[in-house]
């Protein structure tokens, strides 16, 4: 293999910075040209790529976001568009892609293998939701977990000062990981998330009892996927029926997409992208690279898409026991 390309796609995750940077250095190590596509399938479709050298790559692994842009392509989902890129692939004589990016990432490039044999793709798990399967953590997950979590320290401080109930939501439309990691983080009080059933009369009672207790203030945290819906829906919902009427609800947002990587993910997103490149060498085909246990794994596309990473029942009871 002479020349590979590398890109990010869907929504960025602090760490994919340094997925790129390992997939660059790690390919010119093994004397592979590294081409860089911008915004990824919609760069592919335009042709808005460029070769990188190991310079290009140089102090950008403490960065957020991705220095090679990202996007979601509609054009991709077409056999028109798909056609383009496979041209654009031949033209600049590509013969490999590392994909950095989740479930739709992993769709595309899927499809495209089954129409294009001849490229070879592999990926890394670049997504705060940490919902991908066949890896523990997913770059990002991470950063974006400790960034809620001192978010909802700050919060805690003007909920304690003035008695109050505060209704955080996190990022979360199908996957609750970011909320139920960072509720035990910071002792909230509940925690709902899409995996589980919520039963808001079970709220109300837990939050009316910490009341009656003369409890200073409670938390609750809402993934925004939630079956009894977003954190502004569940507080209209049962706002009437809780006896402190002192309640705010905050939405943290896209805050949780940015910032410094941490060092765990730092050192995933540079472990993967190695072995990402390493994986193309040896004729590793349409698979996600990953980490279980410490240990390397190799996902297959199909695999990793149709089964969702499970949250850990154990970790929800905690939420109960220790609230």
Request: glycine content about 12%; overall charge neutral.
């Amino acid at each position: 293999m002479k020349k590979i390309a590398v890109f990010t796609s869907g929504g960025d995750s602090p760490g994919m910075n340094a997925n790129v940077r390992a997939v660059v250095r790690t390919a010119l190590y093994y004397g592979i040209s590294v081409v860089g596509i911008r915004n990824g399938y919609e760069g592919l479709i335009d042709g808005d790529m460029f070769e990188m050298s190991s310079k290009d790559v140089s102090n950008i692994l403490q960065l957020g976001g991705t220095i090679l842009g990202t996007a979601r392509s509609e054009r991709f989902m077409t056999v028109e568009g798909r056609n383009q890129a496979y041209a654009n692939l031949q033209k600049f004589g590509i013969e490999g892609i590392v994909a950095c990016g989740g479930n739709g990432t992993f769709t595309g490039a899927m499809v495209f293998m089954s129409e294009h044999p001849d490229i070879r793709i592999v990926g890394t798990p670049g997504t705060i939701d940490n919902d991908l399967y066949g890896t523990d953590y997913t770059i990002g997950y991470d950063t974006a977990v400790n960034t809620a979590m001192n978010a909802i320290d700050n919060i805690k401080d003007t909920a304690n000062s003035h008695g109050r109930v505060f209704f955080v939501e996190v990022m979360g439309r199908d996957a609750g990981f970011i909320a139920l990691r960072s509720a035990i983080a910071v002792g909230a009080e509940a925690v709902l998330v899409p995996e589980a059933f919520t039963d808001l009369n079970v709220l109300v009672k837990t939050l009316n009892t910490n009341y009656e207790n003369k409890k200073r203030a409670s938390i609750v945290i809402v993934a925004e996927g939630d079956d009894a819906g977003d954190a502004f829906e569940v507080v209209r919902q049962i706002k009437s029926r809780l006896l402190s009427k002192d309640i705010r609800v905050t939405v943290l947002g896209h805050i949780q997409r940015g910032g410094r990587p941490t060092v765990a993910d730092r050192v995933l997103a540079s472990r993967l992208g190695l072995e990402a490149v390493r994986a193309l060498r040896d004729g590793k085909v349409g698979v996600a690279i990953g980490q279980i246990s410490g240990d390397i794994s190799y996902t297959p596309f199909e695999v990793a898409i149709k089964h969702n990473q499970k949250i850990n029942q154990a970790w929800l009871e905690m939420v109960d026991i220790l609230s």
